[in-house]
């Protein structure tokens, strides 16, 4: 379902309140990468797959189709659904959470909400299981088409923990695993357990004993932290428990355990982990980091095929861009996979399936291209998303045909509600986000353009009347609260063009009151958006925004 106007005045029953609403004409995004100028061979594709903030990749096949999940935390529409004939081209086709009334992110900052979803597919119905973390715990969704509508989430309140998925075993008995503390105390910080019960699908509750099949990770007397994301498959009447292992940073890893009983116990593989980048030189060129929690599925053509989360970095240890799903061959050494030799680099190009098309490009999902929204759609395209789930109905396409009516709130880009922003992923770590706006008429009204991270780091190129001019502003978040770092006065104008480029931590913010282009603000610290300075599991995000000036936000939508 996508969300424009009409479909949230279907839900909310709040009055449009009588502040003009900004309309932006367009929006448009580009991306020039050097790492994708690298020209891809016949029957080749190209890493990241999915690029900008894709994080903890499920996949799940349905006959000759690939349906693959992501964590999209406390974004709305969250936990997009991504369709595939051939491993490489994804198209989003949905999300699991698209109704307001099926979750609620208030409070919360950017980084909690959904984590981790898996999904699988078993006699005609997907099942996602997943962890709403600070907003109701674990939850099963379910649908017969994986485009939804899929239902609203059937709550988990047995188990605890994180990243809980489904195995179907071929007897009919179906398993529930899961992260989660180990029994007893932890013996240091990061000790997790991967559990596994058996699940009643009728009832959709697990049931009966709960048993922990790894405590720690593969080798105990290292202390290995934070074992998640599990998952098991079948092969070879081999029962394989793939986790990753080392926490989602620089020591990210993926392990591999196998047994002849789902129920245990393990024995993990002696030249695991079958997946990571955290021993390769930090001066390498273009660096690919943070590698692990993969999931395997077989293709069309029988072999077998990971996708996994990895972040591109600059400067050694930035990365705005977020996690994002890459893919690579699974090779099978007797009888246990491997997806990436130890001290080899995951490659930006690599080999595709044989079944791979030869046709469609990878773009917009990744490579170099431009992306344009002319807001002349009757409803909002599914690149965009909302901070939150959205409470009052503030955007439509209706009243003004071929733009974006955004109506202004009082909600900033700090607040831990929903703001009128929409966001866009940043997928490249050199881009151009620019767009086209009617400067709000009415004295108090704010609007412009916003590069995002969270509710503490972010950037705001805005514009508001004074008297008969106009007055260009920079506020910036670097967490220590909103600040102004550059302001101009300009004639009155009724409409304005306005940018931001950003070139690894290099961003500059410029507009265009009909002269031609000029820069406001250059040269500023564009890593404060990088997910090690911000914290959190996300990247950045760029897109309109409006809101009611501070000084006049008193009494403002009551």
């Known amino acids: 379902m996508k969300i424009g106007m009409l479909v949230l005045c279907s839900m909310f029953a709040v009055p449009v309140l009588a502040r003009q609403p900004v309309l932006f004409d367009w929006f448009e995004y580009s991306g020039k990468d050097t790492v994708f100028e690298t020209p891809v061979p016949e029957g080749s594709y190209r890493n990241p797959v999915l690029a900008g903030f894709h994080p903890d990749p499920?996949?799940?096949?349905?006959?000759?189709?690939?349906?693959?999940?992501?964590?999209?935390?406390?974004?709305?529409?969250?936990?997009?659904?991504?369709?595939?004939?051939?491993?490489?081209?994804?198209?989003?086709?949905?999300?699991?959470?698209?109704?307001?009334?099926?979750?609620?992110?208030?409070?919360?900052g950017m980084s909690r909400g959904v984590f981790a979803p898996a999904i699988e597919y078993h006699d005609?119905?997907?099942?996602?299981?997943?962890?709403?973390?600070?907003?109701?715990?674990?939850?099963?969704?379910?649908?017969?088409?994986?485009?939804?509508?899929?239902?609203?989430?059937?709550?988990?309140?047995?188990?605890?923990?994180?990243?809980?998925?489904?195995?179907?075993?071929?007897?009919?008995?179906?398993?529930?695993?899961?992260?989660?503390?180990?029994?007893?105390?932890?013996?240091?910080?990061?000790?997790?357990?991967?559990?596994?019960?058996?699940?009643?699908?009728?009832?959709?509750?697990?049931?009966?004993?709960?048993?922990?099949?790894?405590?720690?990770?593969?080798?105990?007397?290292?202390?290995?932290?934070?074992?998640?994301?599990?998952?098991?498959?079948?092969?070879d009447g081999w029962y394989y428990l793939n986790c990753a292992e080392g926490g989602t940073g620089p020591q990210h890893s993926q392990v591999i355990l196998r047994s002849r009983e789902v129920w245990g116990p393990y024995e993990p593989y002696g030249n695991n982990p079958i997946l990571t980048q955290r021993d390769l030189p930090g001066d390498r060129v273009h660096?690919?980091?943070?590698?692990?929690?993969?999931?395997?599925?077989?293709?069309?053509?029988?072999?077998?095929?990971?996708?996994?989360?990895?972040?591109?970095?600059?400067?050694?240890?930035?990365?705005?861009?977020?996690?994002?799903?890459?893919?690579?061959?699974?090779?099978?050494?007797?009888?246990?996979?491997?997806?990436?030799?130890?001290?080899?680099?995951?490659?930006?190009?690599?080999?595709?399936?044989?079944?791979?098309?030869?046709?469609?490009?990878?773009?917009?999902?990744?490579?170099?291209?431009?992306?344009?929204?002319?807001?002349?759609?009757?409803?909002?395209?599914?690149?965009?998303?909302?901070?939150?789930?959205?409470?009052?109905?503030?955007?439509?396409?209706?009243?003004?045909?071929?733009?974006?009516?955004?109506?202004?709130?009082?909600?900033?880009?700090?607040?831990?509600?929903?703001?009128?922003?929409?966001?866009?992923?940043?997928?490249?770590?050199?881009?151009?986000?620019?767009?086209?706006l009617r400067v709000p008429v009415e004295a108090g009204t704010e609007a412009g353009i916003a590069a995002f991270q969270n509710e503490t780091h972010w950037y705001f190129l805005g514009v508001r009347r004074q008297g008969k001019r106009m007055e260009l502003f920079l506020e910036k978040n670097g967490g220590e609260g909103g600040r102004i770092v550059a302001t101009t006065m300009l004639p009155a104008s009724d409409s304005l063009e306005l940018k931001i480029t950003g070139d690894a931590a290099d961003y500059s913010f410029g507009y265009d009151a009909g002269r031609g282009w000029q820069w406001l603000k250059q040269g500023e610290d564009g890593t404060l958006l990088s997910t090690d300075v911000a914290g959190g599991f996300i990247g950045a995000v760029v897109g309109p925004h409006a809101r009611i000036a501070p000084n006049e936000r008193n009494g403002a939508d009551k």
Do not use: C
């Open 124 to 235: 005609g119905v997907f099942y996602v299981v997943n962890t709403a973390v600070d907003s109701g715990g674990n939850f099963l969704a379910t649908a017969t088409d994986p485009a939804g509508p899929w239902s609203d989430p059937v709550w988990l309140p047995t188990i605890g923990g994180i990243d809980p998925s489904l195995f179907f075993d071929d007897d009919g008995r179906t398993y529930l695993l899961n992260n989660d503390a180990p029994v007893g105390t932890p013996r240091y910080d990061g000790h997790r357990a991967i559990w596994m019960q058996e699940f009643d699908l009728a009832k959709k509750q697990p049931f009966g004993p709960r048993k922990v099949l790894i405590d720690g990770g593969v080798d105990p007397s290292k202390n290995p932290i934070w074992i998640e994301g599990p998952h098991i498959f079948k092969r």
């Open 287 to 436: 660096p690919v980091t943070n590698a692990g929690h993969a999931d395997l599925v077989e293709g069309l053509d029988g072999r077998w095929w990971a996708t996994f989360l990895a972040s591109r970095n600059y400067g050694g240890v930035h990365y705005n861009t977020g996690r994002e799903t890459f893919l690579l061959p699974v090779e099978w050494k007797d009888g246990w996979p491997m997806i990436l030799e130890p001290d080899l680099e995951i490659p930006y190009v690599a080999a595709g399936p044989a079944f791979m098309s030869r046709t469609e490009t990878q773009a917009p999902s990744t490579g170099n291209f431009t992306w344009r929204d002319e807001f002349d759609k009757p409803e909002l395209d599914r690149a965009w998303m909302y901070v939150r789930v959205p409470k009052q109905p503030w955007l439509d396409f209706a009243s003004h045909a071929g733009q974006l009516s955004m109506r202004p709130l009082s909600e900033a880009l700090d607040t831990l509600r929903n703001p009128a922003f929409l966001a866009r992923r940043q997928q490249h770590t050199t881009f151009e986000a620019s767009t086209a």
């Open 58 to 108: 499920s996949i799940a096949r349905a006959g000759d189709r690939f349906y693959l999940v992501n964590s999209s935390f406390a974004f709305f529409p969250g936990i997009p659904v991504f369709e595939s004939t051939d491993l490489v081209h994804w198209r989003q086709i949905g999300n699991v959470i698209d109704r307001p009334s099926q979750l609620d992110f208030d409070g919360l």
